[in-house]
C-alpha cells in the first residue's frame, strides 16, 4: 500500500492522524489505502465505517506482509518494528502498531523502488533489462547475495534458495526435497512466540517469508507448490491449543511421510511400471536427462532386457551426455545425437519414446524441458508412443497453460538479445500416448485428465 | 605455379581464379577433392558447377553433340559423387545438357544439315556412334581453346574415357558449325551463372511483399539467401527477426553476428534464440523463412538439418512457411529413398575429445542435412517469383529437357 499512494511521503502521515481521530469506533485507522480520498468524508455511516475499518485492515495487512518482503534492505531496527507492530495488532495494539508504519513510511518510501528493496532491485533490474520485450513477461530465477535476504530467512532455506538460484538444485523434484528437509529445519528451530499459537502464528510470519525468499532465488515449481499447499493445510488442521512440541512433531512426522511417500516411493514405483514398457529389442527414444527415465532404463536393464537407447540432447544443456555415460557404463548400447536435427531419422528407428516432465498442467499438456514438445510432435508423427512419466507432486490442478509463453522460465544465462533462451516448452496432451504415475498400476495408459481426477477424489477432496 | 598454389589450403576461390591457367582434368580433380572435403558449400556449390561445365565445353576435345554431351555429365557425375547429398550439381548439369541440346537443335534447323550431325533429339545420352579407335590427333586447328602447351599433353589424359576418341574428319561446315555452338553454349552457361549468382537479390526483391511491419520471423540457420533477403526486407519495414541454429555456441561469441549488426543497423531487432525446439517461440513467430539446400519434384525440401523442427513447430501452429530457393535448386527428380540417408557432420563440436569417457562411450550422430516432407511447406520463394507446389512440375518442365530429367548422377 505503501507503494500504491501517490502521495508524498511528508503527506503521509496527515491523513493517517485524521483517519486515527475521525473514526473511533473502528479499530485500525491509519494509513487508507484510498489516501487522500478519505480527508473528504466526515461523515459515514457505522455501515460504511466498518467496511472502512475492513478495508483499511486489510490495506495495512497487505503492508506489513510487503514491508517485510521488502525488510531485506531496510534497518533490521526498523523491519523488526513494523513486525512487532503486526503482531501487536492481533492482541488489539493498534495505536503501536500505526505509529510504526507512519514512521516507518517516510523513511522506508525513498528506498522502495517499485516493490522491491533497493539494492536487490538494482541488482534484479540488471539482468531483466535485456530481456526482449516479448518476453518481458516471463520470469526468471536471480541471485540475491545472502547479505541481502530477508533476516527472518532461514540458514538452511538460505542455502536452499541458494542452489536454486545457480540450478545446482535443478529439476522440479530435487527441489521439491530440497525444500521439504530445509523446511524442516525451520520447524525445529520454531519456537511459537509468547501469546500467539503456532497454528496462527508460524504460517504467516515463519513460513511465508521463506517461501517468498525461495520464489524470489527461482519461481517456484508446481511441486513445491503443491507441497506447501498441503503443509499450510496441516498446520491449519492443529488447534490453536494444540501443544508447540506436539504440533512440531506431527509436521516433521507429515514431512517425512510426505517425502517418502510423493518422492522416494514414487521413483520407485514409476520406474517400475514404466521398464515394463521396455520390450526386448526395443530402441528406446528420450530427451536430454530426466532421472525417472534414467531410473526406467537402468531398471529395465537390471531386469534382464536387451534394447538400445536413443538420446537426443539439447546443445545447450548437454544432460544428456552424462545420462548416456551413465548408460553405457550399464552396459546398454547408445546412440547419442547432440541436437533435434534428423529426428524423423532417428525416430525411425524407435519403438517407444520416453519423456520426463517438470509439470503437468489440468489440460493434460506437459511441462517440460524445451525440446520435449517438438520430440513428442513428431513421435506422434511418426507413430511413435509417448509416454510421459511424472510423479503426482507434479500435476498442477488449477493452471491450464496452451503455450509455451504463459508459464515459463528464461535462463538466466541466456536472457539477451544475444543469446536468448526459455527453459521449458508445452507439450499437448494429443502428442502423449500415456502419462506413468506412481498412482495407476502396471502398464495401463491413463490421460493426463483422468489421473487429476483421480487425484481429486483420492488425496485432497477439499480441492475438488 | 598452379600446383603450388593449390596444394596450399585449397579454397573454391583459388580454384575458380587458376581454372583459366590449370588443365581442365586438375581444375576437376581439385574441384572434387574441395566438395569431398565440404569446403564448397551451399550457393557457391552451383557456381562452381557451373564454371566447371563451361571449362569442359570450352576446353575438352569433342566432335559432335554427343561426346559433348557425354562428357559434361561424366564430369557431372563425378562431382556429383564427391557430394552426393548436393543435389544442385545434377541441376546445373541438366541444365547444361539441355541449353547444349537446345543449341545445337537451333544450329541444324538453321543450317539444314540434318545429317551431319547426328540426330539430337532421337539419341540417348550415350552416344550411339561406333567409337573410331585410332591414335589421338591433336586438332588443335579444330579446338580453339585448347592452346597452351600444357593442355595439348594433357589430351591424353582425358582421352581416357572412350567416348572421346573419335577423330573422324570433318567437313569445314561441320567444323565451323562446331565453333558456333561451342561459343553458344559458353554464352549460355554464362547466362546460368549469372542466374545463380542474381537469384538471391532477386528473391530478395520480394522481400517486402512477404514480411509486414511488425511481425516476428523465425530463420533457422539463416543461409546466405535468407540473410539477404531479410536484409532487403529490413531496409523497409520495422519487424523483429529471431535467428535460431542448433550449433552450440561458445560463451561469449555472439551467433550470426554479421547479420545481427546488420538489421539492427537497419533499426530491425534480432533476437538469438539458444534453443533447440522451437516450440515455445512459435505463438510468438508470425512466420518462418528458412533456405532450401534443393527443391524436388513432389514439393519437398533439402534443408540444414534442424529446418524440420522449425517447420514442424510452425506447422502446428498455423504459421507459414516461406522457403527460399533459387529456380535453379529445383530438382526434377523425386526424393528417393536416399533422402532419408542422412548425412553425419562433425561430432566434436558436441563432444569434445578431451572427454575421453565420452569419446569411448558415445556413437554421436550428428546430422547436417534433412529432408523436409512437402507437406511442412506453405510458399516457395524463387527468383521468379512465390510459388505453390502445383506449379513447381511446371517450372521444371520449363527449365529442363525431357530427355534430361530423369539423368541419374548417382552409382547404381
Redesign the interface.
Known sequence: MATETTGAPARAPAPQEKGKQQSKPAPAKETPVTGGATAGEQKLTPAQLKAKAKAEKAARRAKAKEVQAAAPAAAAADAKGGKGGKGGKQEGGQSAGSQQQGKSVPGRRPSVGGRRPSMAAVIKEDPRSSI?E?FSHVPMAKRIQTSQAHKDVHPAVLAVGQQMATFALKDSIARLEATLLAFKKVIESYETPKGNSLSRHFVPHVLNPQIEYLTECRPMSFSMGNAIRFLKSQVNKFDIDTPEDEAKETLLEFIDIFINERITLAEVVISKNAAELIDEEDVVLTYGRHRLVEKTILRAKANGKKFAVSII????D?GG?EL??TL??AGI??????????????L?RASNVLLGTEAIFANGSLLAP??????A??AS?ANVKVVALCETINFDRERVSV???TY?EI?PE?CS??????M????HSKYITGVITEFESGTDFAPAQAILTLLRKREDPTIA | MAPSQMSYAPTLGKLLKSLNTQPLEASIEALVYLLKRRQVKGDDIANATAHMLLQVVAKSKWQNVDQLLAKVSNTGLRLAQAAPTEQVIGNVVRRVMGLIRDEASEDRNADEMGDSVSDLSQLPTTPTMPSRPGPTPLRAATLPMSKSMFNLLCVTETVQSPTTGASTPMSQGASANLHALRSEVIDGIEEIMDEISQADDQIAGFADIQIHPGD?VLAYLPSPTVERFLIKAAAKRRF?VFLAS????KPGE??HAAL?KKLNGLGV????????????????VNKVVIGAKAVYANGGVST???C??AA??AR?YSKPVIVLSGVYKFCPADPSDDV?E?EQGD?S???DYADG??V?????????H??LPPQYVDVYLTNLGPQTRDHLATIMADHYKFEDMGLSLHLP
Open positions: 526482449p516479448c540432447d539439447d546443445p545447450y548437454q551426455k548416456a555415460k553405457q557404463q548400447r547408445v546412440f547419442y545425437s547432440p541436437n533435434l536435427g534428423g529426428l524423423r531419422a532417428h525411425e524445451a525440446g520435449t514438445a517438438d520430440v510432435m513428431a508423427a503455450d509455451s509463453l515459463n535462463d541466456r538479445a544475444e543469446s536468448f533462451r526459455l521449458f516448452d508445452n507439450t | 516476428y523483429t542448433a550449433e552450440r555456441v555472439v551467433p545481427r531487432n534480432t533476437i538469438s534464440i539458444a534453443s533447440n525446439g522451437l516450440m515455445a517461440y512459435m505463438p510468438r540444414e538439418s534442424g524440420s523442427i514442424r513447430a502446428e532419408t542422412f561430432s563440436t558436441f563432444v569417457e565420452a569411448d562411450a558415445l556413437e554421436v550422430e550428428n546430422i547436417v534433412e529432408y
